[in-house]
């Protein structure tokens, strides 16, 4: 038998790969899928099955784009209208090797989620193994706000967590689709496997009766990313499969303008300083490693998005995280990185970057409007700073009218990247005094300056 | 958190490296043990610490290699007198991150052998998983025929596993040092892992009483291959090296301020922009790309380099090339890359980035002086800015008494790199007020601005 | 015959690997020569000798590192001293398989500079190829300003293109040491390579009369890195070593033969059908997978083991799996594979195999023993050939008494190669008359023979 | 300015990708054409065009795969009526970067072959290297025996030599479409690359004067693959794209014989000797290695191909290489080597294995038939065996009826791999008496054995 897990860094999004004899099954495969099938060939195994424990809505699914190279068959839970695949009842099992795949219906984080118990039938018949989707997190459980009724969902989600799932006992090994720094789920924990006794031991959510669980789960706040919408349309209706895909195209510093004037998207990657100290002109700033988490607020999915990086590293995988959330539309980047910018002679704009200390001494001033964009949770929970405004980066573009044109605006988030995305939508709007914290609400304390609760 | 197990096949030989934060830990390495450190180092830790939960007598072992590269510690069980490392006493506790690695004393399938028992503290006080080393595998326990008292070794490990392993709880992740198909236990099944509660339920031996267990383990036939003993020998003695080179470290900003302050060279390979608008103060910027033909300018053989960049992509190039102008003395790079600083609350240094249009501008500015580092024949050939200083990069640090400290000082180069070399110097060396020109000569003239010859 | 050039980025160096036959030669290697290594292993080839086209003072030269590792001759300048190496006289020649490397002495860039003249023997007397080194570069030419004579060293390298360079004629190839970019000289076009008569008519260095050359040299305004000092004397006294291992090297069926005639064990790692039908006399069969299980029974760590295969696939991997045991002794393998062997007229070994189906038919022989060699747990599980006699593999040799040397043995395993191992033994050991089981008795099973309990 | 060589074992065929600032060309591109894009990314650089020399007829040419993936422009020489691309005129330019790509017709291998003259404006308008696609080899010149009109052919290519080529002048570099080992042509020099000067000095094909060169071409003996025929039709039509292509899938013993029974044809590419010892019944035997060459004389493009080896390595070489060859039908692969079909109790077949001197003391037999496979020209140049017949094994299977079916058959070829693909194609046709001699001819006269002329 192998089990193999894959992690999807930024969506924090894990599948798995689990083989026997000469078959093997894949949970949840993200869109750039080739990593199976190496994975299986490695070990003499064939993909046979594919499930998806439910519609994801964070990412774009893999498994119609590996059906249609390795002709397995896809498996989805019976209770939502998918338009690929097939439904499985609860208690349907797929025979993998020696192993039996069981679905079990654990509805929750949607309606039609299931989890998939393993049991190994040379060695017995008491569960080994369940794939949790995003019903069970190590720390954490899934997220219950997307149907619409989340007391509804809570509630059944405590059902599925406490009928469907410990019962199979405590040595059962957990893994689940997301791992700590996803949207999916707050605050779970880095573990990269658990265990049901361990969960039951020491997950929060687990030691709550249904009704506590639900009040809990109904006062969360959360967001919701606008590309979701898109995603979820696509994994229910089968996503596109992914083109013989054009790579995107080194551009001249004259051939991206060209693009921006022909509604481009300008997305610079770099850092809060390297974009503070000189950037192109109505450009976007998401640092590459934020692009999965920030990506889907901000972008469409139509007009071609241009990148700009300083040495051009590594740029393949910063495609691939784009595809993973369905955008086809990196047209290109620019060659050479910024300084290729920067000795063209064209126009370069900058936003001011202060250091915590710098901000510190200028608290004083009238004209001075901090903005934190953090997560409402982040604000809560460690502080912020006196005086200063909120607007979470993902709904800043919304937001723009409440904040004034004619004063200064520090922008800071928890470490000064998200707050460079922000200041880029400000100055890309025309605000023309803005300027990004670097280090953040996380440097100011730190730095052992005041915090109000 | 990380769990990686790497498996040596043939041998059927599990290892494993652990970390968290900025630490591992590694289980029982193999000799080739490279695979280790750059695991460590794609999660930007340093392996601090290494286990041995017994005397290997199937394989070389590669703790003492490993230490000899990382400089980590070595523990063992204290049951035998191994010529390196230090002995684990029972209840020991090595500190991993938030990690909890606690020595249990398991004698059985050799006196001294140790299991390691992982808590989270970050979670709680319970414990998360078990290193059995030889003692508990998936479906098998260790082989009790080494010592030459074949019922007095299965007695103790009976004792071990009842009375130290299995009241962990179910619930605990069991990582053996075997999988199936070694020569170190009888029927190992192929469970890539397992837990306690799964082997309580399911492992054959588990359900012996100790009276039975020790005759069924009597009655055991099995083969002891003549290189055991040489592995013995080598295991306890420990192996001869296959000498390599150290890795630069992950530091934290607290120990990239220590070295810098032991007389470290803090060398920022980022561009322009990036150091412009914020680094650790008195560093050096040469960009990655720079190195090789700025860096026998700048930098000696003998004080440690360390090594700021953002995402820390591809240091190993960086790396590789400093060796080939032999310097061997790049000791470590910031974990985290520069938002690690700029989130410590530690001072940021800053220098100022204009556009060329920004310099046009000044230029009538009495205060100002320009300083251009071409090298000579390109100032000769393409001409210059009016009224510009010329002092090559490479002769600047020597130059420096013959530059005004009280005059505005804008460096220029070709393209914007050198120039913000050249203003990283001035900087380090007390200048306050100099300006790096993005895209250089070549930027200027591309703008259109006037040229002198 | 094989060509590879390697590009050091950042110093725009060249160096070239040039393979003929078994042979290789390396021209002027970086420090991390790995890549050598490496690419002389894909071609089955063995560096026996590396040039220095002069003492480099832009880098740490790899010479002395890649000698270490290889055991290969150094060639230098004449007029330098070196502190290793051997120095090379004009017109002096090295045999690389056909290829003749002949010295030349082009003194200019420094005064011991060389130039390497490659002619293919098979082909033609004519020269192929020259390695310039830094006298001659695509579009330029190397400096002259490093002695501190730069008149004398000018017209010094203006006879040494003229007089021994140019009328080696237009069509042959020029290999220089940099690219575009170099410190080494001004202006080199970005021309991967060129010809004389390319450079001939294009060069604008190559146009000049002594004088006129001396002229322009002189007037050239040229910066020394001060680290140049360290490299002169690093690479005049050799740099300290990265040490590390000697990879296997390959070897002709003449010195195969010759080690196993100075007591090196010839270990065949094909499987039992290829070893069957043909082996080199003498030689062990472990096939590549049984080596982590079978080495430590039968190899001693003091003989050299030379490997036999049929395509030398992946053969690092087998050389780890050694490491990992403590063999340190593998000290080649037959380049070519097995059909060289069989094609150099030398005399081949078989064992006779046989399907179950043929040993059946000829169970009642009374002149066939049947020898099983599996665990002896296996065949008290299992069952066995009613009258096979039993003996483990790893037992085998310390019981080659108790067998008759009169009859004939058909020995048995699980599977078939533990059953070719065994009947490598005693061929090996003289007996005469040996059959291997395909399949073993698990084939001897599925083929639904008796089977005795 | 870049240029890169790719070299397709066994096909022996050269493609190249040469690039100039942004933008760059591919020069006969194979089927499998990730190559050229990671390359010219790896450069920043875009493939603008593509061009074909000719219409190959070795391999399935990737010019369509690579214009859908990149949108770059194919262009080929206007005298066939190409399905896809657009005709180039003689002295048509298509520029890249600074480098001028000129199209010089240069008919006689096919009558629309076509050079392209690199020039590189940057520099001088002198030509610096041509690609002569299959017009003139290292040491060789190409076919023209395929159209049918061997001395017109051959006519036209002494003037294209003569006329169109030699001219550009002695120091221009060659980059030819083959080397070494190309049934494309004869006797090509293992030189990587070389110079109009160097040819002309030492190609003898370049000495001859235009009736001397149709005199011998005339003369010349040859063997044209029938799967020629179908790369001819393809590469006028444009190839079918590559599907997201489905891996071969691992298969049991019983999943082969089904396959078997259904049709398909059961592939062994393992050595002589181990397909000698024992095989599956009724499989062809072609070494990994000779697949480029030998496949297209014995499998068809549609019954499914099932591969046997020992160890299952670098399979994925191994379709790789059938997908250059336009087949797009390896079904699968035995799971677990030729060991799991021993082991399953299926019947194993065996074809005997001689050594030269085996043979050699058998000779006088007179059942015996010695059936030499070789290439009629090296039985020519190197001598026979005395008595032996010839029938070249890519006509083999056509001449199978004048083979006597009641005598020995003692095949042979030049080193033993043909011999044993010959072997396989008799016993798998009922021959019983068959014996393949290993070493071959190489063997019997390295042996010392008589050779016959």
Chains 1, 2, 3, 4 share one sequence.
């Not at 026997?20 to 869109?31: F, K, T």
């Not at 100290?277 to 139509?302: C, D, F, K, Q, V």
């Not at 502080?383 to 573009?397: A, F, V």
Request: charged residues 20%; hydrophobic residues 40%; aromatic residues 8%.
């Amino acid at each position: 038998m192998i089990l193999e897990k894959f992690v999807a860094e930024g969506l924090a999004h894990y599948s798995y790969l689990i083989g026997s004899g000469q078959q093997a099954a894949v949970i949840d495969p993200r869109r750039d899928c080739e990593v199976y099938i190496a994975a299986a060939e490695a070990h003499e195994q064939t993909i046979t099955d594919i499930f998806e424990t439910h519609r994801n809505e964070d990412y774009v699914i893999g498994s119609v784009e590996l059906a249609a190279r390795t002709g397995a068959t896809i498996h989805h839970g019976e209770d939502l209208d998918f338009r690929y695949g097939v439904p499985a009842k609860d208690g349907e099992v797929v025979s993998i090797g020696s192993l039996s795949l069981a679905v079990r219906k654990t509805p929750g984080h949607t309606p039609e989620s299931i989890s998939i118990v393993v049991t190994d039938r040379a060695v017995s018949d008491r569960p080994y193994l369940v794939f949790t989707g995003d019903l069970l997190f190590a720390g954490s459980v899934g997220r219950v706000d997307l149907t619409g009724n989340t007391a509804g969902a809570a509630a059944l989600m405590h059902r599925s967590l406490h009928e469907a799932l410990l019962p199979l006992g405590d040595g059962v090994i957990v893994c689940p689709a997301h791992g700590a720094g996803s949207v999916c789920g707050g605050h779970i924990s880095d573990h990269p496997l658990t265990t049901l006794g361990y969960e039951k031991g020491t997950n929060p959510f687990l030691a709550l009766d249904n009704d506590a669980f639900v009040a809990r789960r109904v006062q969360e706040r959360t967001y919701i990313p606008p590309y979701f919408s898109m995603m979820e349309r696509l994994n229910r209706d089968g996503p596109p499969l992914l083109p013989a895909s054009r790579s995107p195209a080194p551009l001249t510093p004259a051939a991206v303008k060209a693009f921006q004037e022909r509604g481009a998207r300008v997305l610079d990657i770099r850092s809060p300083t390297g974009f503070g100290a000189g950037h192109i002109p109505g450009s976007l700033n998401i640092w590459r490693e934020g692009i999965a988490a920030y990506a889907g607020w901000m972008l469409n999915y139509t007009d071609p998005i241009v990148l700009v990086d300083d040495f051009n590293l590594d740029l393949d995988r910063v495609v691939r995280t784009f595809q993973r959330l369905g955008y086809d539309n990196v047209a290109g980047y620019l060659a050479g990185g910024f300084s290729a910018w920067s000795g063209s002679g064209n126009p370069i704009a900058a936003i001011e970057t202060w250091s915590p200390q710098d901000l510190a001494g200028r608290l004083a001033d009238p004209d001075l409007l901090i903005l934190d964009v953090r997560d409402i949770n982040n604000r809560t929970e460690a502080g912020w700073i006196e005086g200063s405004q909120h607007s979470y980066i993902g709904q800043l573009p919304a937001h723009l009218d409440t904040l004034p044109r004619d004063r200064l605006i520090v922008i800071h988030c928890d470490v000064g990247y998200k707050g460079s995305l922000g200041a880029s939508i400000l100055v890309a709007r025309g605000f023309s005094r803005v300027v990004n914290l670097l280090g953040g609400f996380g440097g100011w304390m730190k730095a052992g300056l005041p915090v109000k609760r």
